[in-house]
C-alpha cells in the first residue's frame, strides 16, 4: 500500500483503538487503490458537491451490507447508486421521456430520479421496492472513483443513521472515523445539502420527495409543468404515497442533532430576544448586534451560502454546552425550501 506518500492521514481513534482510518488525496494513485478496495466489498467515505456519501459496490449485497452496519441503518431505508455516465444508468433503470429531459438538464448534478429498476441492482440496495434511486455526481473526484471502479456506487450520506449528514472530512471522522478504514478527501462540499429526490416511476404523479439542491421551479420549467403539482404539501407522505415505504431521509425527525432545537419565522430579529446566556441564537442573516451566543448561516442574506453553512453549524452548535439552539428559518424561496425542510427534521421531537 502507497502509504508514506499518499496517506495525509492516517490514526487510531480514541473511542476504538486499534481501528485506523486513512485520508487520501484524490491523487490518480489514490483513487486506483480505492477503486480496488471498492472492487473487493469495501466501504469507502467519498466527497460529493451535496455532502460526503459512504459507498460501496451497489451490485455487491455483502458490499452494501457493510453500509447498513457502519451507519446502524434500517434496511428498510433505500440507497442511491450514484454513477458516472447516463449509458451506466441506464443499465441499471428503465428511463422515461421526462427522465431523459431531466438528466440532460442537470446531471452531472444534485438530482436523485427514482425510476423502475432492472433486475441487476440487489434487493438490499431497494429495500425490495421496484423501482431504485440513482444519481450522476458532479463532484470529479467521486466521479473518477467511479469511472476507475466501472462499477456503479451504492451510497447514503456519510453518517450514523438519523444524525446530520456530513460536509467535511471532519465530520465524516468525527462520526463514523472509529466504523471505516477508507475517506477520499474531496475538501468542503460546495452545495451542503442533499441532493433534489424526485420519483419518476409513475408519469402521471410526478413528486418530489426530498426538496435538494435543484428547486422545483428549475425543474417545472424542464418538464413544462407547474411546480406546485411536484410539491410535497399535495401528497402526503404516507406508506401508500411511497409505494409502501415510509423512507426515513422522508420522517418527520432526521438531520437531527442532540440538542434542542427551536425555530423561528424568517425575518425574526433576535437583538432583543437574545438574552439567555445558555441559549444560542443562528440568524438566517448577519444581524447588528452580537453577542458571543449569536451565529449567522449567511453574510448577506444568500440562501445558496446558507445551504453550505447549514450542517457544519448545526454539527458546531451540537458539539458546545448550548441548552437549546434557536434558528431563523430560511425564505422559502430556491435552496431556502430545503433548508426549511432539513431545519423542521432537524426540530422535531
Ligand atoms: O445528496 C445526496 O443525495 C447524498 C449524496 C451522498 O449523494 N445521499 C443521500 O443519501 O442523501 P441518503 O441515503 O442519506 O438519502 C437517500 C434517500 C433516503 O431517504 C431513501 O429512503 C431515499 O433516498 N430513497 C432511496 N431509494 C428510494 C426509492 N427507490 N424510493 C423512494 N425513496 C428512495
Ligand atoms: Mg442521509
Given at each position: ?50 455532502v460526503y456519501g459512504l459507498a460501496a459496490n451497489a451490485l455487491d449485497p455483502a458490499a452494501c451490507e457493510r453500509i447498513f452496519e457502519a451507519k446502524g441503518r434500517p434496511h428498510a431505508d433505500p440507497l442511491i447508486v450514484h454513477v458516472s455516465s447516463i449509458e451506466q444508468a441506464k443499465d441499471l433503470a428503465h428511463f422515461n421521456e421526462k427522465a431523459e429531459l ?107 420527495l426530498r426538496p435538494g439542491g435543484i428547486s422545483p421551479e428549475a425543474i417545472g420549467e424542464v418538464l413544462s409543468i407547474n411546480p406546485a403539482s411536484l410539491s410535497l404539501d399535495r401528497h402526503l407522505i404516507t ?111
Amino acid at each position: 500500500m502507497p502509504e508514506e506518500n499518499n496517506t495525509l492521514s492516517r490514526q487510531e481513534t480514541p473511542a476504538n483503538p486499534g481501528v485506523s482510518f486513512s485520508v487520501l488525496s484524490p491523487s490518480s494513485e489514490n483513487i486506483q487503490l480505492l477503486s480496488n478496495c471498492l472492487r473487493n466489498g469495501e466501504i469507502v467515505a467519498v466527497p460529493t458537491e451535496t455532502v460526503y456519501g459512504l459507498a460501496a459496490n451497489a451490485l455487491d449485497p455483502a458490499a452494501c451490507e457493510r453500509i447498513f452496519e457502519a451507519k446502524g441503518r434500517p434496511h428498510a431505508d433505500p440507497l442511491i447508486v450514484h454513477v458516472s455516465s447516463i449509458e451506466q444508468a441506464k443499465d441499471l433503470a428503465h428511463f422515461n421521456e421526462k427522465a431523459e429531459l431531466l438528466a440532460a438538464a442537470f446531471w452531472p448534478g444534485a438530482l436523485t430520479l427514482i425510476l423502475p429498476k432492472k433486475s441487476c441492482v440487489p434487493d438490499i440496495v431497494t429495500a425490495s421496492l421496484n423501482t431504485v434511486a440513482i444519481r450522476l455526481p458532479g463532484h470529479p473526484a467521486f466521479r473518477k472513483l467511479i469511472e476507475a471502479c466501472q462499477i456503479p456506487l451504492a451510497a447514503p450520506s456519510a453518517n450514523p443513521f438519523g444524525y446530520v449528514s456530513p460536509t467535511s472530512v471532519e465530520h465524516v471522522t468525527n462520526s463514523l472515523g472509529d466504523r471505516i478504514h477508507w475517506i477520499l478527501d474531496g475538501g468542503p462540499c460546495e452545495i451542503g445539502i442533499e441532493s433534489t429526490i424526485i420519483d419518476l416511476s409513475n408519469q402521471e404523479n410526478i413528486r418530489i420527495l426530498r426538496p435538494g439542491g435543484i428547486s422545483p421551479e428549475a425543474i417545472g420549467e424542464v418538464l413544462s409543468i407547474n411546480p406546485a403539482s411536484l410539491s410535497l404539501d399535495r401528497h402526503l407522505i404516507t406508506p401508500s404515497a411511497t409505494g409502501g415505504l415510509i423512507a426515513p431521509g422522508l420522517l418527520e425527525r432526521h438531520y437531527s442533532p442532540n440538542t434542542l432545537i427551536q425555530l423561528h419565522p424568517h425575518g425574526t430579529c433576535f437583538a432583543e430576544h437574545s438574552n439567555n446566556p445558555t441559549h444560542a441564537y443562528v440568524s438566517f442573516k448577519k444581524q447588528a448586534t452580537l453577542s458571543d451566543n449569536c451565529f449567522s448561516l449567511s453574510d448577506d442574506g444568500s440562501t445558496k451560502q446558507a445551504a453550505s453553512r447549514l450542517f457544519e453549524m448545526l454539527r458546531s452548535l451540537d458539539h458546545q454546552p448550548w441548552s437549546r439552539i434557536h434558528i431563523e428559518k430560511a425564505p422559502d424561496t430556491d435552496i431556502g425550501i430545503a433548508i426549511n425542510d432539513r431545519l423542521q427534521r432537524a426540530a422535531s421531537r
